[in-house]
């Protein structure tokens, strides 16, 4: 058997949970573990349970570890993918240059390769969800920040890092919101979870009329955009106002996108894509003001077909190719 045929594991490391799992040669899951990042005991301890996470994983699926042949692993995080490094993680405090691959490669003997997350679950629903046979396509999380993964003639992109699809992070709006990555007007900053959350509890310190104030027991402060989506569904103008502002400035970023890769395909996922047409109906319509008429008449923007474990078969995905090419 190949050593590209061999079972291999994949983890998915965000600022809140770990979720390690271990794929056969065909992609079939056939074990899942997660525990809690608890990031903030910082990269010494949450890398332990990392470790302990895909060994529990590897044992769960009733296999020894040398009959595995690598480990994806997909972290909420910039990484240098040519020195191995994580250099920094907006999620994970303390994390500098942490050489994560070593780090577990050093524990289990076996092969690992690190990406980013969002382009995980972009490899991942190329090659198992709503990407399949497509050559071209963008995936973009939106959820408490915004991510993204990029493929190219159907390989996944990295740019010259591995910093590549940092699509949050294009620049909307110059002096504006504050954004996560310490500069300002970031798409992140103006279309997530979070800046959705910040838009409602502004307009609503100003005192507009909203049935939002209700649903967060009159505390403001506890508003945040699944409040929102919920007082947009009871046709709130107010929440709906805001899920179209942020609508627009994604279809903005959207736009640039199309103009610059004329992709096939973007595929938006994460907890704020569930707002569905509130959110994808005029982010549509921001492209199509704001892009060329052929290639947005050409992308189509549909929902993720994998949901939460996109990022574990596109990390699982990655160390099997990468493990081809080495072979
Ligand atoms: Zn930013």
Same mark, same amino acid.
């Given at each position: 058997?190949?050593?590209?045929?061999?079972?291999?594991?994949?983890?998915?490391?965000?600022?809140?949970?770990?979720?390690?799992?271990?794929?056969?040669?065909?992609?079939?899951?056939?074990?899942?573990i997660?525990?809690?990042?608890?990031?903030?005991?910082?990269?010494?301890?949450?890398?332990?349970?990392?470790?302990?996470?895909?060994?529990?994983?590897?044992?769960?699926?009733?296999?020894?570890r040398?009959?595995?042949?690598?480990?994806?692993?997909?972290?909420?995080a910039?990484?240098?993918?040519?020195?191995?490094?994580?250099?920094?993680?907006?999620?994970?405090?303390?994390?500098?240059?942490?050489?994560?691959?070593?780090?577990?490669?050093?524990?289990?003997?076996?092969?690992?390769? &690190?990406?980013? !997350?969002?382009?995980?679950? /972009?490899? @991942?629903?190329?090659?198992? =969800?709503?990407?399949?046979?497509? $050559?071209? #396509?963008?995936?973009?999380?939106?959820?408490?920040?915004i991510?993204?993964?990029?493929i190219?003639?159907?390989?996944?992109?990295?740019?010259?890092?591995?910093?590549?699809?940092?699509?949050?992070?294009?620049?909307?709006?110059v002096?504006?919101?504050?954004?996560?990555?310490g500069r300002?007007?970031?798409?992140?900053?103006?279309?997530?979870?979070?800046?959705?959350?910040?838009?409602?509890k502004?307009?609503?310190?100003?005192?507009?009329?909203?049935?939002?104030?209700?649903?967060?027991?009159?505390?403001?402060?506890d508003?945040?955009?699944?409040?929102?989506a919920?007082?947009?569904?009871?046709?709130?103008? &107010?929440?709906? !106002?805001?899920?179209?502002? /942020?609508? @627009?400035?994604?279809?903005i =970023?959207?736009?640039?996108?199309? $103009?610059i #890769?004329?992709?096939?395909?973007?595929?938006?996922?994460?907890?704020?894509?569930?707002?569905?047409?509130?959110?994808?109906?005029?982010?549509?319509?921001?492209i199509?003001?704001?892009?060329?008429?052929?290639?947005?008449?050409?992308v189509r923007?549909?929902?993720?077909?994998?949901?939460?474990?996109?990022?574990?078969?596109?990390?699982?995905?990655?160390?099997?190719?990468?493990g081809?090419?080495?072979?």
């Amino acid at each position: 058997m190949a050593r590209s045929d061999r079972p291999v594991a994949a983890v998915d490391i965000g600022g809140t949970k770990i979720i390690a799992a271990v794929f056969d040669g065909n992609g079939a899951m056939l074990s899942r573990i997660y525990c809690l990042t608890l990031a903030h005991e910082g990269p010494a301890r949450v890398i332990k349970r990392l470790n302990q996470t895909i060994d529990r994983a590897i044992e769960k699926a009733g296999l020894q570890r040398s009959r595995v042949a690598g480990i994806g692993v997909a972290a909420a995080a910039i990484i240098d993918i040519n020195r191995g490094l994580v250099t920094e993680a907006p999620n994970l405090p303390r994390w500098r240059n942490v050489p994560l691959p070593a780090l577990i490669s050093g524990e289990f003997n076996l092969p690992v390769y &690190l990406l980013n !997350d969002a382009s995980a679950a /972009a490899l @991942g629903e190329h090659r198992y =969800g709503a990407g399949r046979g497509l $050559n071209n #396509l963008i995936y973009i999380t939106v959820s408490t920040g915004i991510g993204g993964g990029i493929i190219i003639d159907g390989e996944l992109y990295n740019g010259t890092d591995g910093c590549a699809a940092e699509i949050g992070h294009m620049v909307i709006m110059v002096d504006g919101p504050a954004c996560n990555c310490g500069r300002r007007g970031c798409l992140e900053s103006l279309a997530s979870g979070t800046a959705i959350g910040r838009m409602a509890k502004e307009r609503l310190a100003y005192g507009e009329t909203s049935i939002m104030r209700a649903l967060a027991g009159n505390v403001i402060e506890d508003v945040t955009s699944v409040t929102v989506a919920r007082a947009a569904r009871k046709g709130d103008m &107010l929440a709906l !106002d805001v899920i179209r502002t /942020a609508a @627009g400035y994604l279809g903005i =970023g959207l736009a640039n996108l199309v $103009n610059i #890769l004329n992709p096939q395909m973007i595929i938006i996922g994460g907890g704020v894509s569930s707002m569905g047409a509130m959110l994808l109906g005029p982010a549509r319509k921001a492209i199509k003001a704001h892009a060329f008429k052929l290639p947005a008449s050409t992308v189509r923007i549909v929902r993720p077909a994998l949901g939460m474990d996109a990022g574990l078969s596109g990390a699982a995905e990655y160390a099997r190719r990468k493990g081809r090419i080495a072979a």
